[in-house]
């Protein structure tokens, strides 16, 4: 029977080592509750890291072949253990993980509320958060996902839109995760998004009582859930007020060239009375390129946006929004994650945070 590891290989050594343990088990050589060998004895014994003796041993933690004593050691379990149930190994850590495209988070002004919301609720678990940003190498490649490969997080929190595929791989590691601002049909996956739906719809019945007939919507990329949500809302919205669809008044574009979007829609020949911005960040760029055009808002023509950030009331005129709860997203993501590792078999669910219209001067009633 092997009891070795061989660095060269094909299988990672950490899976050699937790083959080797688990045929001391079954031959015998260790039995139960008997106190098998330290980390270190480990390392010493088969010349490798102490990450690998970690990851082997944690596996079969939580796996109900050993158990571990807090002081005294860890043991190979039996029957009476698992009755009792054993507990798995905790790291007391939550991985925060958010893609490229949304970082430097402390410079973003949505997603940087909502880290504050996952920090202040996870310190208050005693839990410590570990910060991760998604690059491509991850994204393709996630055996380089450290968080997880050296099990240094006991749960994931992905915040915003990522690859189905990359989700998929990290699902396959039996890892609780939650999604914050991002929802995959059919995954099993806990999600946290915003009722983008119903916070536009909110939108474009305040502008159609304001006597807004014409409504213009500037877009990101459509790609993204959020987005493609609100663009649906918008439509959906301006079928129930009964106010005319028109294509022309739809432009989108990246999410950061709000000013060149708008002026696309000055190509019009006829522009619409009143804009409404798929997130702040474009209506105060699409604000930008309307006053630089020599036009008054909201005297000439009036703008909204949603997501409610500092900026939009500090600029002028202030933006009227749809305001989200982002912190309050990232609090119930914290709390849904430590149900999800308390229980891995609850039924995974899709939470809306509600929204709110806040109604400030960048819109205009018609006569």
Wanted: contains cysteine; neutral net charge.
């Amino acid at each position: 029977m092997k009891d070795a590891v061989e660095k060269n290989s094909p299988v990672p050594l950490y899976k050699q080592l937790k083959q080797v343990i688990e045929n001391r088990i079954k031959s015998g050589e260790k039995k139960t509750g008997e106190l098998i060998s330290s980390e270190k004895e480990f390392c010493q014994e088969f010349s490798v890291s102490q990450i690998t003796v970690r990851k082997a041993m944690f596996e079969l933690v939580n796996e109900g072949v050993l158990y571990r004593i807090p002081g005294k050691g860890t043991f190979v379990a039996g029957p009476e253990q698992g009755s009792r149930g054993i507990s798995k190994l905790k790291t007391d850590n939550i991985g925060f993980v958010i893609s490229r495209e949304h970082h430097p988070i402390f410079s973003n002004t949505f997603y940087s509320y909502v880290f504050a919301g996952v920090e202040e609720e996870a310190r208050s678990h005693g839990y410590n958060l570990i910060y991760q940003v998604l690059d491509e190498k991850l994204m393709f490649d996630p055996s380089t996902f450290k968080l997880i490969e050296e099990r240094k997080v006991d749960g994931l929190i992905l915040a915003g839109e990522m690859s189905h595929s990359f989700v998929s791989n990290l699902k396959a590691k039996d890892i609780p995760i939650v999604l914050l601002d991002h929802h995959i049909e059919n995954s099993s996956l806990d999600s946290i998004v915003t009722d983008n739906t119903k916070g536009t719809a909110d939108m474009i019945k305040y502008l159609a009582d304001l006597g807004h007939r014409q409504i213009g919507f500037l877009g990101a990329t459509l790609e993204h859930g959020s987005f493609m949500e609100r663009f649906e809302g918008y439509k959906a919205a301006m079928k129930k007020y009964r106010l005319e669809f028109n294509e022309d008044f739809v432009q989108t574009g990246l999410l950061w060239n709000g000013y060149g979007i708008m002026e696309k829609m000055f190509r019009l020949q006829k522009l619409p009375t009143a804009i409404f911005a798929c997130n702040d960040l474009m209506a105060i760029r699409a604000m930008a390129a309307i006053q630089d055009k020599g036009m008054k808002i909201p005297d000439e023509i009036s703008i909204a946006g949603f997501d409610d950030i500092d900026m939009s009331q500090q600029i002028h005129p202030p933006l009227t929004t749809v305001r989200v709860e982002k912190e309050e997203m990232g609090k119930i993501g914290v709390r849904r994650l430590i149900q999800r590792m308390k229980n891995s078999n609850k039924r995974a669910e899709k939470i809306t945070v509600p929204t709110e219209l806040v109604v400030r001067k960048s819109c205009k009633a018609l006569k």
